[in-house]
């Protein structure tokens, strides 16, 4: 369809995904938590844990859904409304891996504490950083741009790519020489012309 409200241009809306996944991403390579380990573990420093080790679903769904955004450009309506749906799945998933860290810290810095001081269950103090309720934030802003990706691409048409190579496997055959498109025969002069300029690109006098 020509007319695209402005809600529904394919690159708005594939830009809003992609921001969204990113913003997920970004999150995941800052701390998450911060554990202060007992006194009996010192010197073991503190541990600051990032989003891809305290949640690592979160990274592969942000990617999942990054890889989404860029399909669903080439896509067509059905696979296109597919790929909206996983994009929302990813989003709902990123949103309750970092709620439950949020919730939870201690259970997802547990076994970074096992390892750094050999002990589990141990009196670690764990808190919980601003970058959780980021990757929720963005979680959101993921399922929303999901939503519009299945709305939108009803606007969307098909790839400059897609419609050529439909174009250039079509049934239609070329119609044979002298022979008009509604069946008629072209006027002879148009043969005529055809092979003098055969005969002048070979060095003859058509006139002759």
């Known amino acids: 369809m020509s007319n695209v ?3 529904a241009r394919k690159s708005r809306v594939v830009l809003l995904t992609i921001i969204s996944a990113g913003i997920v991403f970004a999150s995941t390579t800052q701390t998450w938590l911060e554990v202060q380990l007992p006194e ?7 541990l ?7 949640a690592t679903a979160v990274t592969a769904l942000a990617l999942v859904a990054l890889a989404g955004a860029i399909a669903s450009t080439i896509a067509g309506r059905v696979l296109r409304t597919l790929i909206g749906i996983i994009i929302f799945a990813a989003a709902g998933g990123i949103i309750a891996s970092a709620l439950a860290v949020t919730v939870n810290p201690a259970a997802a810095a547990e076994s970074e ?15 919980v950083t601003v970058f959780p309720a ?3 934030a963005g979680g959101g802003l993921l399922a929303l741009s999901a939503v519009v990706v299945i709305l939108a691409g009803r606007y969307w048409s098909k790839s400059k790519r897609f419609d050529a190579d439909t174009a250039g496997n079509g049934t239609h055959e070329a119609a044979p020489p002298g022979a008009s498109s509604d069946g008629g025969s072209e006027p002879e002069a148009d043969v005529d012309e055809i092979e003098s300029w055969d005969q002048l690109s070979r060095g003859k006098d058509p006139t002759g």
């Open 113 to 127: 504490i096992a390892e750094a001081i050999g002990i589990i269950g141990s009196s670690a103090q764990t808190s």
């Open 48 to 54: 600051a844990i990032p989003g891809s080790t305290a």
């Open 134 to 136: 980021i990757a929720m």
């Open 5 to 7: 409200p402005a809600w």
């Open 40 to 46: 009996q573990a010192v010197p073991t420093e503190d």
